[in-house]
């Protein structure tokens, strides 16, 4: 007879609503009857009765268990059925023995839904290749004691379960979070195709073939090809069908059947491994080619070795979070000590940055402030990143953020799902624009395949569909662009960074805060000691030049030439003196000056400042000109001057024969490196055609008091005019930059906020 | 008929200065009576102890920079006097300092001026100040 279901049109997407308890069959190597305790009366009975028991369905049905029944059977489910309560939903032992024609049968009890179900399962005579189900158990359970982790207990565990229960392959069929699953152990015959690491759809094992592994540990398919034994009466229309969730015999889904004969599995034998109240696994048997049914002592034997092994994984897996607690302790304590020993938190940062990856199990690891700054392992590229950096800003995300579908968050970022699928990022500081972000590979390139991928996935009656390689491509669909999902360890990890992060941030930001109080401090009395300095150094030199002079009107008749010029030389060392001193006392006024912000036409300052040059520029024959229309900024006025007056000033007198000098403006895009690029500062330079200066110098002309000619050779120089520039445009949130030749000019630069 | 020669206050520490504004006076040909003071605290004393009508100054002539009492403080001290504050005061300073010259203008005094280097243009400086404050302008009544 053939299973009734086969022919009819089997969709996958039912699976999961597939009443798969009440199939109204069992398997043909047993007999199942439902009884009617009150009555102890035969309602329902499996058609294979007749060839196992004798008699008839008819002959069965309605009539008293009792008359049916050897004396021995009888009594001892008489026995059985006095405490209906400890068999509801417990299948028992209640009898082994010959039921006649030199038949030996194992017979089951259990109650469910107010029934008595007896099953009665035949064990074949003259079968003793069995091996004493006691000692091989005890052996299996003390091999599984030497486990330390969870793959050795689990390739241990098949490797028993193969010994002890003769299947060609027993895998770990373990299951993730979001229920889909994947083989995590497998012992097989060496010349079959291996499954570990083939991950699974949820819809592979659905909710209710879930639901009863945890009701009923054991399921044994015998033979995948059996012929249904229907039940009998059929049930009428209207009428509950039987449950049977415990039973042994139940007759198997026919997508399952599809399925196991795809693989060419001929029997198999499946068992729950339960964690917490939930299937954390299965230990999954397949057989080949042939039949196997396990007596109900060795099923029994399998189930205590599941039992055993469901200890063994429980205590495993807490010692396996526990290590790996541990692990990222360990992992934190290395991170605060690299940041402890840093003074900022970025070269903090860098000395651990592989354990920063490491932490949270990720692929890839950034460190962003304002742009990448530190990136290890494997990251998009910096724009994608900033893209991503943009998106979590705008979200507004002030604590942990994590997908293991990044796609789904960030538009475009399935470009890079290779290396990026999942992301895990905290905000580290949103004032500094600081974030560590943590990349994963999505899955399909971080899972192994112990199979070869490229050869040809094995043909069932209905083509590819229902294969473990058609499962495995479908699940791989499933988490396409996914990552591996972020644990619940790791998000602990990155939460434990983040705390100490904003410890050493805080601490940055105390310690600069006391550096910029002692640096302003310090400035402050620099300025003051400067401004004390030349105000007393000015009067002693005032007093000696007057004496100078005096000297000169009223001993002039007694003086020598020699003399004179020595009076010369004491006047022209005063005023040399005095200049410094002028110099030294402008540069300290501009650091305590308050900056008055005013609108100020450029335009009209270099006219006025060309205007005050004019008698220089008369006496040099110099040629100043505009080269670009200037704007008007709001700006310190007086500085700008004070800049724009030493700059063409000493543009002027740097030069050989008559000085050419232009002044202008330079657009964001013509810039020289060195200078903003952006259009939110202005950029004005003042370019001679003169000497030029020394690229060995170039770096110390902005130095205060630093000059690069002697008196006479380019007039007189205090050395303080390019440092008081420098000092202006700082004020003003700008840069100073030069750039020259020697013999063609030079071209000094300075940026300036317009506003 | 030659005038009675005018009275100049001048507070000035520096025995160098003063010995510079002397001889630059007596350069000009300047007909002064000139009072001096080396302290703010000596110059108050001198002002305090005035009685009605005579050796009332026309000018005080004020250098910032004192030991003691500083000028800044005595200008105040002069521009809060009901009795004095209509005495012309004109600053005569080494200091050039902006925030100098923005404190003393709003406290009131009559001009900021500062020293120079070279001894010309300092007698050139004071010709002008004396100059002016002797012969061009109309003063108050003497304080009594």
Redesign the interface.
């Known amino acids: 007879m053939q299973i009734p279901h086969h022919d009819a049109h089997v969709d996958l997407t039912t699976c999961d609503r597939e009443p798969i308890h009440v199939p109204e069959h069992i398997q043909s190597h047993g007999v199942l009857l439902a009884v009617d305790p009150a009555s102890m009366t035969v309602e329902r009975i499996s058609a294979s009765v007749t060839a196992l028991l004798g008699g008839s369905p008819g002959d069965w049905l309605g009539a008293p268990v009792a008359d049916r029944l050897p004396a021995s059977v009888w009594s001892a489910v008489e026995a059985a059925a006095r405490d209906l309560e400890a068999l509801s939903a417990t299948p028992r032992h209640v009898y082994f023995g010959d039921l006649g024609q030199g038949r030996s049968f194992d017979v089951i009890a259990h109650v469910h839904e107010g029934r008595l179900l007896l099953e009665f399962d035949e064990r074949p005579t003259g079968d003793d290749t069995w091996a004493d189900p006691l000692r091989v158990t005890n052996d299996a359970i003390r091999v599984l004691g030497r486990a330390e982790d969870l793959p050795t207990l689990c390739d241990l565990l098949t490797q028993q379960v193969q010994k002890v229960l003769g299947y060609h392959r027993v895998m770990i069929y373990r299951f993730a979070h979001d229920w889909h699953g994947w083989v995590f152990a497998e012992a097989r015959r060496p010349d079959l195709e291996p499954f570990l690491d083939l991950h699974y759809p949820a819809s592979d094992i659905p909710v209710p073939a879930r639901r009863l592994f945890l009701l009923n540990r054991v399921r044994m398919i015998p033979d995948v090809q059996y012929d249904a034994a229907v039940m009998q009466p059929p049930r009428p229309t209207g009428t509950v069908p039987l449950d049977m969730s415990y039973s042994f015999l139940r007759g198997v889904s026919p997508i399952h059947v599809e399925y196991l004969e795809n693989m060419g599995v001929r029997a198999t034998l499946t068992m729950g491994l339960q964690h917490r109240g939930q299937l954390w696994g299965m230990i999954a048997c397949h057989h080949y080619d042939e039949t196997r049914r396990l007596p109900y002592f060795m099923r029994t034997a399998a189930e205590l070795i599941t039992v055993a092994a469901e200890m063994r994984v429980a205590e495993l897996l807490s010692r396996e979070q526990a290590t790996s607690r541990e692990r990222t302790a360990k992992d934190l304590h290395v991170i605060s000590q690299a940041l402890a020993g840093h003074e900022s938190m970025r070269d903090g940062m860098e000395a651990c940055l592989d354990t920063l990856q490491e932490l949270v199990g990720a692929g890839g690891f950034v460190v962003w402030l304002g742009e990448v700054a530190l990136r290890a392992g494997e990251v998009p590229s910096d724009e994608t990143v900033g893209e991503v950096v943009a998106v979590l800003r705008s979200r507004g995300c002030r604590d942990l953020f994590h997908t293991d579908h990044l796609a789904a968050h960030v538009p475009g970022a399935e470009r890079w799902s290779a290396m990026a699928a999942g992301l895990l990022a905290i905000p580290v500081s949103h004032a500094d624009d600081a974030w560590l972000l943590w990349f994963r590979p999505e899955r399909r390139h971080s899972v192994s395949w112990a199979g070869e991928p490229s050869k040809p996935a094995r043909l069932g009656p209905n083509g590819i569909r229902l294969t473990p390689r058609a499962s495995f491509e479908q699940w791989i669909e499933e988490v396409r662009e996914r990552s591996e999902p972020w644990s619940t360890v790791h998000l602990e990890a990155s939460e434990g960074l983040r705390t100490a992060l904003s410890d050493v941030l805080y601490r940055e930001r105390e310690r600069l805060t006391a550096l910029n109080e002692q640096l302003a401090q310090r400035n402050e009395e620099l300025d003051g000691f400067s401004?004390m300095a030349s105000?007393d150094l000015?009067?002693p030199?005032?007093?000696i030049?007057?004496?100078a002079?005096?000297l000169r009107e009223d001993a002039g008749e007694a003086l020598s030439e020699a003399d004179l010029t020595n009076l010369d030389a004491i006047d022209r060392l005063?005023?040399r003196m005095?200049a410094l001193i002028e110099g030294l006392?402008m540069f300290s006024?501009l650091g305590?000056?308050p900056l008055e912000l005013e609108p100020v036409d450029l335009g009209d300052l270099v006219a006025d400042v060309l205007s005050d040059l004019d008698t220089t520029i008369q006496e040099e024959g110099a040629v100043v000109e505009v080269t670009t229309p200037l704007p008007t900024v709001t700006s310190w006025r007086l500085g700008l001057e004070e800049i724009l007056a030493n700059l063409i000033g000493n543009a002027i007198k740097y030069s050989n024969g008559a000085p050419r000098v232009e002044v202008g403006m330079v657009p964001p895009g013509q810039r020289p490196e060195g200078m903003p690029a952006s259009d939110d500062m202005l950029v004005l330079f003042v370019r001679d055609h003169g000497i030029g200066i020394d690229p060995r110098h170039l770096h110390t002309v902005f130095r205060i008091f630093h000059r690069l000619w002697p008196d006479g050779r380019y007039g007189k120089s205090t050395g303080i005019g390019l440092s008081i520039v420098r000092k202006i445009v700082e004020r003003l949130g700008g840069q100073v930059h030069v750039e020259s030749a020697v013999g063609e000019g030079s071209t000094f630069y300075f940026s300036l906020a317009p506003r | 008929m030659p005038t009675p020669p005018h009275t100049i206050l001048i507070v000035e520490d520096s025995d160098d200065d003063f010995l510079f504004f002397q001889r630059a006076c007596r350069q000009l040909g300047m007909n002064l009576e000139v009072v001096r003071s080396r302290t703010a605290d000596e110059a108050r004393a001198y002002l305090d102890g005035l009685g009605a009508g005579a050796g009332w100054p026309v000018l005080i002539l004020l250098d910032l920079n004192l030991p003691g009492t500083d000028g800044r403080t005595f200008l105040t001290e002069i521009k809060d006097s009901e009795r004095l504050k209509s005495l012309p005061v004109v600053v005569y300073s080494t200091s050039s300092a902006p925030s100098d010259v923005q404190f003393c203008y709003a406290n009131h005094v009559n001009a900021f001026h500062q020293k120079h280097l070279d001894f010309d243009m300092m007698k050139a400086e004071l010709a002008d100040i004396l100059g002016y404050w002797t012969t061009r302008v109309r003063l108050p009544r003497s304080t009594s």
Request: aromatic share 16%; proline share 0%; net charge positive.
């Open positions: 401004a105000h000015r009067e030199l005032r007093a030049a007057n004496y002079r005096f005063v005023r005095y006392l006024r305590r000056t």
